[in-house]
Nanobody
C-alpha cells in the first residue's frame, strides 16, 4: 500500500520561508502526478502546486513565490515557499497518483498524506 510521509511544516513569520517535503513509498512503479494541496480554516482544499507528465503547475496566488521540485528516483517532492502570508496558514497535504506493484498485476493508486501544519501569524 502506498504511503506518503510529509515533513517541514511549522511556524514562520510573515514574509518568511519554509520547505515542505513528501516521500512516497510502497512498491511504487510509476508516479503520474505528485504535488501539494492546502486547506485553511473554513476553506476548501485547493491545489498549490503539482508536477505532472506535462510539467509543473501552480496556483496563481503562489506563482513566483513557491517552487515545486522532485527527486524522481526517491519518489520525493519538495515545496519551497517564500514570502509566506498569514492567509496561507493551512494544513498542507501531499498527494500522489500512479501505479504500484502487487502480487499479481500492477494497480493504480491515488494517495494523500496526513497533512502538515503551516502557521503564519498575522
Amino acid at each position: 500500500q502506498v504511503q506518503l510521509v510529509e515533513s517541514g511544516g511549522g511556524l514562520v513569520q510573515p514574509g518568511g520561508s519554509l520547505t515542505l517535503s513528501c516521500a512516497a513509498s510502497g512498491g511504487i512503479l510509476s508516479i503520474t502526478q505528485m504535488g501539494w494541496y492546502r486547506q485553511g480554516p473554513g476553506k476548501e482544499r485547493e491545489l498549490v502546486a503539482a508536477v505532472t507528465s506535462e510539467g509543473n503547475t501552480y496556483a496563481d496566488s503562489v506563482k513566483g513565490r513557491f517552487t515545486i521540485s522532485t527527486v524522481n528516483h526517491a519518489n520525493t517532492v519538495y515545496l519551497r515557499m517564500n514570502r509566506l502570508k498569514p492567509d496561507e496558514a493551512a494544513v498542507y497535504y501531499c498527494h500522489a497518483s500512479g501505479s504500484y506493484a502487487t502480487a499479481s498485476v500492477p494497480q493504480w493508486f491515488n494517495s494523500w498524506g496526513p497533512g502538515t501544519q503551516v502557521t503564519v501569524p498575522s
